[in-house]
């Protein structure tokens, strides 16, 4: 690549031969995203000359971006080291988090120290489906009657149908739900490793054509908001979608005082009326203090979609005074995680997941993604424990304001 080429490809837009999203059509990608830095700065005055420094090859991100121009930059630290007891997360682990928030990995950190201390977390994936649920239109309330009676008799067949497409995923179950004269159907898969969005998009498009052809109904639209995706849903606080995950921990009183500056009473009490009764006057579909906050570090560190940090936010959080100590824990219904596909094979992202342990496809299948979840989770966990500390003493304001944030 030369600036010549970047300039001239850059002209050949402004002149109205060339639309941006053709640019690599006519060179690499490297010279595409150049062109697009080139006319960017000539028409809004601004140098890109950071946007377009990064650490990996334009055509390694073709399939993760359109109309390249460059890559966003965010600080990424880490917590750890964070000891686990899962059912795919073993032993310490270092958990990546990018962020631009101050003071959260030094909170993250506190909860993390806490819970060593205590002797680990147990973490354990208890669910785990990727969704899709196509709405189709029939005559009636009677043909929808129908159809979901057809459709319940007949999951091998869609299975069949399904699974053609993909040679990971399997579907697990369909759901019939009826509104009127919509069916929607909520297919449910096991994606493995993957994340598995646009798996089981494919997979039941493939359905989708054994009810169309079977049954009267017609179909609308390939999703249909039941899945739900990217969408606060009661639906997934409910039945989960991708990993439903939890993780606790078992805090002595003494070490409550001496690692987070105070008791297990006013932590419970905190937790309480802010978490419980705040969130349920709110209307929440969280009952969280910030879960979001390390799923958002860890989904940006590690190559997930960001945009389902919406569901991922849909977590629950308890705290109990036992005899022995103070009891924590964070349930997280719907954390769409994977290790492969997606961004996970961005240099920046795969690295971070071999710091991690969990990079590319587990064996047996699937226990690599389930690790990142029972990990993920317990970093929340610790968030979880640091904030409520620092509220419940009293110390949230003059933390930030110490740390200069």
Request: hydrophobic share 45%; aromatic share 4%.
């Amino acid at each position: 690549m030369t600036d010549t080429d970047a300039e001239t490809l850059a002209e050949r837009v402004r002149d109205g031969e060339l639309r941006l999203y053709e640019l690599e059509d006519h060179a690499d990608a490297e010279t595409a995203a150049a062109a697009r830095r080139h006319l960017l700065a000539e028409e809004t005055g601004v140098d890109l000359d950071v946007i377009g420094e990064y650490a990996f090859d334009a055509a390694d991100a073709e399939p993760n971006i359109e109309n390249m121009v460059g890559a966003a930059q965010i600080p990424m630290g880490v917590a750890g080291p964070l000891p686990i007891d899962g059912g795919a997360a073993e032993g310490e682990h270092y958990l990546p988090m990018a962020t631009t928030e101050g003071a959260l990995l030094a909170s993250v950190n506190r909860g993390v120290s806490t819970i060593r201390t205590a002797g680990g977390a147990t973490a354990r994936v208890l669910k785990s489906g990727m969704t899709r649920a196509p709405v189709f239109k029939v005559e009636d309330v009677a043909a929808a009657g129908e159809v979901s009676a057809w459709v319940r008799e007949h999951v091998g067949d869609l299975a069949e149908a399904a699974e053609a497409t993909t040679s990971h995923g399997e579907l697990q179950d369909v759901e019939p739900y009826v509104v009127g004269d919509n069916v929607f159907l909520r297919f449910s898969y096991d994606t493995k490793d993957a994340m598995g969005m646009n798996m089981a998009t494919i997979a039941t498009e493939a359905a989708c054509e054994v009810v169309e052809r079977e049954t009267s109904a017609d179909l609308v639209a390939l999703s249909g908001n039941l899945c739900s995706d990217k969408k606060p849903a009661a639906i997934n606080a409910i039945e989960g979608r991708g990993r439903t995950v939890a993780a606790d921990v078992l805090i002595p009183h003494e070490q409550v005082e001496e690692r987070l500056d105070t008791t297990t009473e006013a932590i419970v009490e905190a937790n309480t009326r802010k978490n419980l009764v705040g969130s349920a006057k709110a209307g929440a579909l969280g009952f969280n203090a910030h879960a979001a906050n390390v799923v958002a570090a860890a989904f940006l560190a590690l190559g997930q979609d960001a945009a389902q940090v919406v569901e991922g936010s849909n977590a629950i959080t308890t705290v109990d005074a036992r005899e022995d100590g103070l009891y924590a824990s964070v349930t997280i219904a719907s954390l769409e995680v994977g290790t492969v596909g997606g961004g996970t094979g961005l240099p920046t992202q795969a690295e971070a997941l071999d710091v991690l342990g969990y990079a590319g496809g587990g064996d047996p299948a699937g226990s690599n993604a389930d690790a990142l979840a029972e990990v993920i989770a317990t970093g929340a966990l610790a968030g979880e424990l640091s904030l409520l500390a620092a509220l419940s003493s009293r110390h949230l304001s003059s933390a930030h304001a110490e740390l200069g944030r």
